[in-house]
């Protein structure tokens, strides 16, 4: 398994805190009250740096939250302070709902040593240090790269490269879909409602539904309390849709920040063999052509 140690619990993290770069990738949809940066600034983890989700990405897509390419990736950890020899620890206070984007994020760039806390909420609960030292971390959410020219920051450029398997664009997931391949499965992480097309999603605009032959599985089925499920309960939930672990796995939701949870979840009980459809609904709902958007699964 290429991802061992991908989650690490309060207790672990407690052992090598000092040791580590904790990284708050709290992120909330764009309706929520929830401001992550203020939060950041009344609370974190002792040394945390804030990750700024929204702007680390393809300033080039018109679609959210897209990885960037090697060369800007570079230069947003250039900006953020980052080094590839640094132990990273992604958490957030929204009870994971962002973190596993950025954990996938660092493993497609090949970073040695990174894992998910799982989660922050136990960790305070149990006692864990936390740094309450009011800060100004105004503008944390912005990333300027258009002055960086050092390449070599984070580690030498040429040593850095994306692992390609671990994403799906449109147009390979397009393909299979149009061929009907049973050798894959796409498993969608949004609310039932809107993958069956019978609520709105929240952009507006986009239609609800699902790509043709999609599972469901809401990404909230996969925590209990912001805390990823045991082993068991999460291999009872992936079996229930129909999963078979030994097939490659596209995991997608609205703009491929939940789709992340689910991959998670998939690590914790040891399948691998996943990839991420970057753009997810947002993307396909903007480009399929008629006929592969399902708006009921009884017609699937």
């Excluded at 809401?218 to 030994?246: N, Q």
């Excluded at 970057?278 to 008629?290: I, K, L, V, Y």
Aim: charged share 20%.
């Amino acid at each position: 398994m290429r991802f061992p140690n991908s989650t690490i619990k309060p207790s672990q993290f407690k052992v090598k805190s000092s040791k580590c770069l904790p990284l708050d990738c709290s992120w909330y949809m764009p309706a929520s009250p929830r401001n992550p940066v203020r939060e950041f600034e009344a609370m974190r983890l002792p040394g945390a740096k804030f990750f700024p989700l929204d702007a680390v990405k393809n300033p080039e897509s018109p679609y959210p939250h897209m990885i960037p390419n090697v060369r800007d990736f570079l230069k947003y950890m250039n900006k953020l302070g980052i080094k590839r020899s640094d132990d990273l620890i992604v958490y957030d206070l929204g009870g994971n709902f962002s973190a596993s984007r950025i954990l996938w994020m660092f493993q497609v760039f090949g970073h040695p040593q990174v894992s998910l806390l799982d989660d922050f909420t136990t960790y305070k609960a149990e006692g864990g240090e936390l740094d309450t030292a009011p800060i100004d971390a105004t503008g944390a959410d912005v990333v300027d790269i258009s002055d960086v020219t050092d390449l070599d920051f984070y580690a030498p450029r040429d040593s850095v490269s994306m692992d390609t398997t671990m994403f799906t664009t449109y147009e390979q997931l397009h393909a299979y879909v149009r061929a009907a391949r049973s050798d894959w499965q796409i498993i969608d992480a949004r609310p039932r409602d809107r993958f069956n097309g019978t609520a709105p999603e929240p952009r507006p605009g986009l239609p609800s539904g699902h790509i043709p032959g999609a599972l469901n599985l809401p990404f909230g089925e996969c925590l209990d309390g912001g805390k990823f499920r045991s082993p068991a309960e999460l291999k009872t939930l992936f079996a229930g849709i129909g999963v078979d672990g030994s097939k490659p796995i596209v995991v997608m939701c609205g703009s491929g920040v939940t789709a992340c949870i689910l991959r998670t979840a998939l690590l914790i009980i040891g399948i691998d063999n996943i990839s991420v459809f970057d753009g997810s609904w947002t993307e396909w709902a903007q480009r399929a052509p008629q006929g592969f958007i399902v708006p009921d699964p009884r017609a699937s």
